[in-house]
């Protein structure tokens, strides 16, 4: 993932290896929506709802928030049912996830979807460097950066 935030200007450098490397991204923030690496790496609906508060109280800190790039459907349910708990859409419905969707939240955020980029993504080429490295020019355009 690094060296495709590198290439679209997110990262200081293409790799990280420790907390200490000098790696510094800007005008992006990572996050997640859930806080723990669960048996066979797939939370359950009730992991996901013990870290939801978490998650809203991460979002309402970032105050110039103006596109979220969700990696993979758990992230992508994860954050629209943020935006229902905060009272920025409805419901979810005209919402699907697929690569490359991109739709605008009732905040004036950007939603860009992108398949996960887990090892079983890119090995198999469902998630190639290019669409992954397109996703992330997409955000910078609809972020103003």
């Not at 609906?45 to 758990?74: F, M, T």
Request: charged share 25%; with cysteine.
């Amino acid at each position: 993932m690094y060296p495709v935030l590198y290439e679209a200007g997110f990262a200081s450098q293409a790799k990280a290896v420790s907390r200490d490397d000098g790696m510094k991204l800007t005008g992006m923030w990572i996050s997640a929506v859930v806080r723990c690496a669960p048996p066979g790496n797939k939370p359950s609906p009730e992991e996901q709802r013990n870290c939801a508060p978490w998650l809203d109280e991460e979002i309402a800190l970032l105050k110039e928030l103006r596109v979220v790039v969700c990696l993979g459907k758990i992230a992508f349910d994860g954050f629209l049912n943020h935006q229902l708990r905060a009272g920025r859409i409805g419901a979810r419905k005209g919402f699907e996830f697929r690569h490359g969707a991109e739709y605008a939240m009732g905040d004036g955020v950007a939603l860009i979807a992108s398949y996960h980029p887990s090892l079983q993504n890119t090995n198999t080429g469902k998630l190639t460097r290019r669409m992954f490295l397109d996703v992330f020019w997409r955000a910078r355009v609809a972020a103003g950066l």
